[in-house]
């Protein structure tokens, strides 16, 4: 029977991922700039399509995870290169609109997560294994890490992308230049309007400063997804990083003249890219 009573910290952090999830549902791209974007959509595909090729597994049909699917926006690029697609959420809304956009294609199936473990997925199952932006989300991300090992096929890739990394910690001064540029002009971190919903955002800010309205839980100084760990678990389970690179993400307010001169000096997010031998 399933503790309704007393959930602990990790189920309790579970719960509210999923609660929030679902209340966004197609808002979510509307609230994503920085990822519904032609410069961060075109270097996802591209990753995508790069690691198709890096692929060396013998099946003609190549099986692709969308780990935290969340509306789809992985899942339509991984579809496009030509993969059987399982999108796995916690949240039961971003299932329902991911269904409802690519049921027709007839190589998409939704599965829903636990946020926990992939215990219900088999091992050696799947060609290629993507979590973009998700793993901050998940309270003991290591673990899923080595689950995404298990699952892989022998040849097959595990792409972790869109985490932070040193370069967001340390905040050179290019990079506070490039975060001013990106905020748009009279937007400030504090609603001019009183609201309700911001009315408990100023509430959350002093009271619950490590409040996160959509369940961030490891984006901290120190909390933080920890890169050199995860290198050491995938080598430790058998996978060879292949590929590794920083990049700036691109966020709205920046002109793309800007943003090139910048992102050659500067980065912000990482991508790894691992084969399991």
């Known amino acids: 029977m ?41 270097r996802l595909y591209d990753c995508v399509i790069e690691s198709k090729g890096a692929i060396n597994t013998p099946d003609l049909v190549k099986r692709a995870l969308d780990f935290g699917c969340g509306t789809g926006n992985v899942t339509a690029h991984l579809l496009e290169a030509g993969f059987h697609v399982v999108g796995m959420d916690i949240s039961e809304r971003f299932l329902d609109i991911v269904l409802e956009r690519f049921r027709e294609s007839g190589e998409f199936e939704a599965l829903l997560a636990n946020g926990e473990d992939l215990s219900n997925l088999g091992s050696n199952s799947f060609d290629l294994i993507v979590a973009y932006s998700v793993l901050h989300h998940i309270p003991d991300y290591i673990k899923i890490v080595r689950e995404f ?8 890739i595990i792409v972790l992308d869109h985490e932070v990394n040193e370069g967001f910690w340390k905040k050179s001064e ?48 120190d909390d933080h997804i920890e890169w050199p760990l995860i290198r050491e678990v995938l080598a430790h389970e058998g996978c060879r990083i292949v590929k590794e690179e920083d990049y700036l993400l691109y966020r709205a307010g920046v002109s793309l003249d800007d943003y090139i001169e910048l992102a050659a000096q500067c980065n912000d997010m990482k991508v790894l890219t691992a084969r399991k031998t």
């Open 2 to 42: 399933r503790k309704t009573f007393k959930l602990d910290f990790g189920e309790r952090r579970i719960e509210f991922n999923r609660k929030a999830h679902n209340r966004m549902g197609r808002k979510y791209s509307q609230m994503h700039t920085e990822i519904f974007n032609a410069v961060e959509q075109k």
């Open 174 to 221: 290019l990079y506070e230049r490039y975060l001013k540029l990106s905020t748009p002009a009279g937007r400030s971190g504090i609603h001019s309007r009183l609201t309700m919903s911001s009315l408990i955002g100023r509430f959350n800010r002093v009271f619950r400063p490590r409040h996160q309205p959509e369940g961030d839980i490891h984006v901290w100084p």
């Open 149 to 156: 090992a298990r699952i892989a096929k022998s040849g097959g």
